[in-house]
C-alpha cells in the first residue's frame, strides 16, 4: 500500500506539473501575440501624440534657431545675417553678460539654500513626532500659488517690512534689495516641494540597514554621510535638476516682484526685454540669447544628470 500511495503521488505530482507547463506555454503564446498587437497598433496610438510635439514644440524650436540668424520684425521679413546677432551680444549687448552673472550667482545660492534647507526639513519630519503631517502640508502649500500671485504678495510684504525698518518702499530700492527678495521667494516657494521628494527618499530607506549601523556603534553623523545620502541620491538627482532649471528660467516671480528694473533682471527677463522692449529689429538679438539660454540650462542639466547619478547606489 505504501509503494502504491507512493507511486500515485509521484503520478499526481507528474500530471500537475505537466499541467502547470501546459498553461505556462498557454499564457506564454498569449503574452507574444499581445506584444505583436501592442507593436502592430503602437504608431497608430502614438501618432496624434507625435504630430503634436512636432507642431508645438520641433517646428517651432528649429524656426526658432534659423530665426536667431536673422533680422526681422516678423517672421515674413525675415532677412540672413548670419551670426551678427551673436556678435553684438557678446559686444555691445552689456545686459546680456550681466543678467547672465546675475542668474548665476542666483542659481547658485537658490540650489544650495533650497536643497539644504529641504533636506534638513525632511529629516526633521520624519522623525516620530506629532503633527509631522501637519508641517508637510503648510510647508509645501507655497508650491500651490502662481509665480505671478506669489511675487505680488512678497513685493506687498516686503513693501512693508522696507516702510518700517528703512522708511520707503521696497521698490524704491529695488535694486537693492530685489536680488535677495527674489531669492527670498524663490526659497519659499520651492523648499517644501523639494521637501516631499527627500521625504520619500528617506522613507524608502530599509529600517534594517539604520539598525545594523547603529548596533555596530556608527554616529548619527557617520549613518548620515555613509547610508541616508548615498540612498537618498535618486532624490538629490530629481530635486537638483528641478531647482537648477526653475533657477534659470525664472520669469513670473522676477517681473512680478522687481519690475522691469535692469539691476535685478535674470536672464528670461532680459531675453524678453530684448525681444519686446528693444529698439527695431531687436527681435533677432532676443532669439540669438533665447538660443544660448537654452545651450547653457541644457548643458547644465545633463552634466548635473551625469554627475548626481553616478553617485547613486542601490538599496
Known sequence: MGIINKSNSRGERGSISLFSLFFSEKRARRDIMNNKSLKKYFPIFVLPTLIAFVIAFVIPFVMGIYLSFCKFNTIRDAEWVGIKNYMTIFTEDKSFIEALLRTTKFTILSVILINVGA????????????GTNFFRTIFFMPNLIGGIVLGYIWKETLDTITRKVFHHPFTYSVKDYGFWGLLIVMCWQLMGYMMIIYIAGIQNIPEDVIEAAKIDGA??????????????????TICLFLTLSNSFKLYDQNYALNGNSSKTSLLAMDIYKTFYGASSYAEGRGQAKAVIFFLIVACITFAQLRLTRSKEVES
Open 119 to 130: 533636506f534638513a526639513l525632511a529629516l526633521l519630519l520624519t522623525k516620530k513626532i506629532p
Open 219 to 236: 554616529t548619527p553623523f557617520q549613518i548620515l554621510y555613509k547610508i541616508t545620502i548615498p540612498l537618498v541620491m535618486p532624490s538629490v
